[in-house]
């Protein structure tokens, strides 16, 4: 099952220190550059993940076309992209070793779902990371 009450989506931020932002955007306007930042401002490292604009850089941080070039462990993949197209960024979430998945608001996808939880990921559907940064006020462990 998805991780939906406030206290499951806490232990996870409490055990998260960096967070994938894929669909990443360079543009101010669009919300995952707002999230990313905010998600910096709390303390976390954030690597973003957009192949439309690989080499760009987005709040400092060098913009990776893919999960697998990354090399380093992720704790949250935090997903920006059309619901259909979740399944691709959990097969790679899976093959990286991340920890978990995050779909942002609106997203929602339960076969992408069940299969990130049977590979032992942890699963948040259909909630902003920035809004539950700042309920929470929780900041990354150093």
Same mark, same amino acid.
């Given at each position: ?20 932002? &894929? ?25 973003? &993940? ?6 760009e ?6 913009i ?21 197209? &979740?399944g ?22 339960a ?12 699963? &948040? ?12 006020g ?5």
């Amino acid at each position: 099952m998805p991780l939906t009450t406030d206290a499951e989506i806490d232990e996870l931020l409490k055990g998260a220190r960096t967070i994938a932002i &894929v669909g990443a955007s360079d543009r101010p306007d669009r919300a995952s550059y707002g999230v990313m930042k905010a998600v910096q401002d709390r303390g976390y490292r954030t690597i973003p &993940v957009n192949p439309r604009i690989t080499g760009e850089h987005v709040h400092g941080e060098y913009i990776w076309r893919e999960l697998g070039q990354i090399g380093e462990p992720i704790d949250i993949v935090d997903i920006f992209r059309k619901s259909q197209d &979740v399944g691709p960024v959990v097969d790679e979430a899976i093959a990286v070793g991340a920890k978990a998945i995050w779909m942002q608001l609106g997203i929602r996808n339960a076969e992408a779902a069940a299969k990130a939880e049977a590979a032992g990921l942890k699963v &948040v559907e259909d909630r902003c990371l920035k809004i539950d940064l700042a309920r929470s006020g929780l900041r990354a462990s150093a």
